[in-house]
């Protein structure tokens, strides 16, 4: 099964933009300010990493997502409790596209579900790579619940314009390994980019969910009282080709030492989906002066899976 289309138009999307930028003054003035934050680039082995300085992304990175302040705040991705002025476009009836206040990308929006269910990706990878169909200038990304999800109590999705992170131009020249293939799709492990990552390229949306699914069902759980294992995922469809990728970044931390460091030791960083992409987000300025690439390395290695491990997950996908 091919990617129903119709759902939604660039267009519809880019409009979308244009009205709430002009009715919205919160988001008008985020986006304005994103074409005066500082970047630097730095490299990390053969991975490219941009550093993104946005005092904007506090609101995420620092946000406090234990089950006591989630059950004790109102839930700002549920329409009765988001501001008048921001509007939506419906996507099958069950998601809505929505343009995101507090950017990375100069094009950034959020997909929540309609109904407020927890923060699952399993049965919903092929929700991700149909809108990845229609929103073919997008790259659309998960953070798992435990992965820089800041509303780990409702179902979303994120989305940024292809061009920004670096992870997608990256793994065009890393050593890709491929480990299992089934009828229209393929799983590899990605090699050589300072994090460890598995790259599923498919033609087909049930071919995508099928390998996904298998995936999905052999990663290890952080805990027993955890609900999903830790992950993030990238989703984007090649522009020429109705190939869809499907990257995903198995974790076993939430939150890196630093973030809990005292004095100059402190970094308050949450690597979430768009850090696994490329792009380092720091809300301080301080952190932003003063990141080198080796704490780069030394945040992923802490956060990400080992490769050791990730092999004895190949070996389980094929007993």
Avoid at 122 to 129: A, K, P, Q, V
Wanted: glycine letters at 6%.
């Amino acid at each position: 099964m091919t990617a129903n289309t119709g759902k939604v138009r660039m267009e519809e999307v880019d409009a979308l933009f244009a009205r709430q930028l002009e009715a919205w003054d919160v988001a008008k003035n985020n986006y304005a300010a994103l074409a005066n934050v500082k970047v630097k680039e730095l490299v990390v082995g053969n991975a490219h990493f941009k550093i993104q300085f946005n005092p904007a992304r506090i609101v995420s990175s620092a946000a406090k997502v234990d089950a006591k302040s989630i059950k004790e705040r109102k839930c700002f991705l549920c329409e009765s409790n988001r501001p008048a002025v921001q509007e939506g476009i419906d996507w099958g009836g069950r998601y809505e596209i929505l343009v995101n206040p507090f950017p990375i990308f100069p094009r950034h929006l959020t997909i929540p579900c309609k109904e407020h269910t927890p923060q699952r990706i399993s049965d919903r990878i092929g929700d991700m790579m149909a809108i990845a169909h229609d929103l073919n200038g997008y790259i659309l990304f998960y953070n798992g619940p435990k992965c820089g999800a800041s509303a780990p109590d409702h179902m979303h999705f994120q989305a940024g314009n292809k061009g920004f992170m670096t992870f997608d131009k990256d793994i065009e020249v890393a050593g890709l390994e491929n480990v299992v293939t089934v009828d229209k799709a393929c799983l590899s492990v990605v090699k050589g980019l300072s994090r460890m990552a598995f790259l599923i390229k498919a033609s087909d949306i049930n071919a995508g969910e099928e390998l996904f699914k298998r995936l999905y069902d052999v990663l290890p759980l952080a805990t027993d009282d955890d609900a999903e294992p830790m992950l993030n995922i990238l989703c984007w469809q090649d522009n020429e080709a109705e190939v869809w990728n499907i990257a995903v970044f198995p974790r076993v931390k939430h939150r890196p030492s630093c973030y809990f460091k005292e004095g100059d030791a402190n970094m308050l960083i949450t690597p979430a989906s768009v850090d696994m992409g490329g792009v380092f987000i720091t809300p301080l300025e301080k952190d932003f002066v003063k990141i080198t690439s080796d704490d780069v390395a030394m945040i992923l290695d802490e956060v990400c899976m080992t490769q050791e491990t990730a092999y004895e997950i190949v070996k389980k996908l094929n007993k």
